[in-house]
């Protein structure tokens, strides 16, 4: 009976997310032609905050989803070699706004020289750079910095290794909080003093899409001074 109650809840989670997300999709369009055409500075404002309303319904709807695969191991990776480079490149282009927005300078220490294509998932590795990258804008305040950063050093190892760094210099992570920051719905107490709406499923996300990849995804930081997350490829 629990098994067959269990079945039922995932069906209903997966119908229930998948009915919503193209009603979003329809309004988010709508919010983007209507502040394509020049709306008056109040509209202007109503019209964002819809919009931005909508992008967090949209992200919560895709994390349920996940989250729901990730239980019941329906979880798929598909790899195919990819240009890690240019994958950054296009996240960083997209939150550029955002953080312009919010007054933080953001920047991509690319590499120099070539760098070896990586087999992953792009789509997935993009959600967990993503992830990364929206956190630092969100709790980093105006005039902070973060920087995006390639690390090849270890391509011709043995064990061939790219690594992905994230480093903010926002509100940091409280040492008591550290050892929850993957865990499932949890959020640290100054990350919801500094912002109240998360869902908390970002980074237990992130974490379980790195671990599909047979990578690692840890973190370095102090309240205060900032947050440094290393992401191994």
């Given at each position: 009976?629990?098994?067959?109650?269990?079945?039922?809840?995932?069906?209903?989670?997966s119908?229930?997310?998948?009915?919503?997300?193209?009603?979003?999709?329809?309004?988010?369009?709508?919010?983007?032609?209507?502040?394509?055409?020049?709306?008056?500075?109040?509209?202007?404002?109503?019209?964002?905050?819809?919009?931005?309303?909508?992008?967090?319904?949209?992200?919560?709807?895709?994390?349920?989803?996940?989250?729901d695969?990730i239980?019941?191991?329906?979880?798929?990776?598909?790899?195919?070699?990819?240009?890690?480079?240019?994958?950054i490149?296009?996240?960083?282009?997209?939150?550029?706004?955002?953080?312009?927005?919010?007054?933080?300078?953001?920047?991509?220490?690319?590499?120099?020289g070539?760098?070896?294509?990586?087999?992953?998932?792009?789509?997935?590795?993009?959600?967990?750079?993503?992830?990364?990258?929206?956190?630092?804008?969100?709790?980093?305040?105006?005039?902070?910095?973060?920087?995006?950063?390639?690390?090849?050093?270890?391509?011709?190892?043995?064990?061939?290794?790219?690594?992905?760094?994230?480093?903010?210099?926002?509100?940091?992570?409280?040492?008591?909080?550290?050892?929850?920051?993957?865990?499932?719905?949890?959020?640290?107490?100054?990350?919801?003093?500094?912002?109240?709406?998360?869902?908390?499923?970002?980074?237990?996300?992130?974490?379980?899409?790195?671990?599909?990849?047979?990578?690692?995804?840890?973190?370095?930081?102090?309240?205060?001074?900032?947050?440094?997350?290393?992401?191994?490829?």
């Amino acid at each position: 009976r629990l098994s067959g109650l269990e079945r039922a809840k995932s069906d209903f989670v997966s119908v229930a997310t998948h009915q919503l997300r193209t009603p979003l999709a329809g309004i988010k369009w709508t919010f983007e032609a209507l502040l394509q055409g020049n709306p008056n500075p109040n509209e202007q404002e109503l019209l964002e905050k819809g919009f931005a309303a909508t992008e967090r319904m949209t992200r919560i709807v895709n994390e349920i989803l996940s989250i729901d695969k990730i239980e019941h191991e329906r979880f798929d990776v598909s790899f195919e070699y990819t240009d890690p480079v240019k994958m950054i490149e296009g996240s960083v282009v997209e939150f550029q706004a955002p953080a312009i927005g919010k007054g933080v300078h953001l920047t991509f220490n690319k590499p120099e020289g070539s760098v070896p294509l990586v087999e992953i998932d792009l789509d997935k590795i993009r959600m967990v750079l993503d992830n990364l990258i929206e956190n630092a804008i969100k709790y980093t305040a105006v005039g902070g910095e973060i920087l995006v950063t390639l690390n090849t050093d270890r391509v011709n190892a043995a064990h061939a290794m790219v690594e992905l760094i994230v480093k903010d210099s926002g509100i940091g992570i409280d040492e008591k909080a550290q050892h929850d920051i993957f865990t499932k719905f949890y959020r640290a107490p100054n990350a919801k003093r500094a912002e109240p709406n998360g869902s908390g499923l970002g980074l237990y996300i992130a974490k379980t899409i790195v671990e599909a990849h047979h990578g690692s995804l840890w973190f370095e930081s102090e309240e205060g001074k900032g947050t440094e997350f290393h992401v191994e490829l």
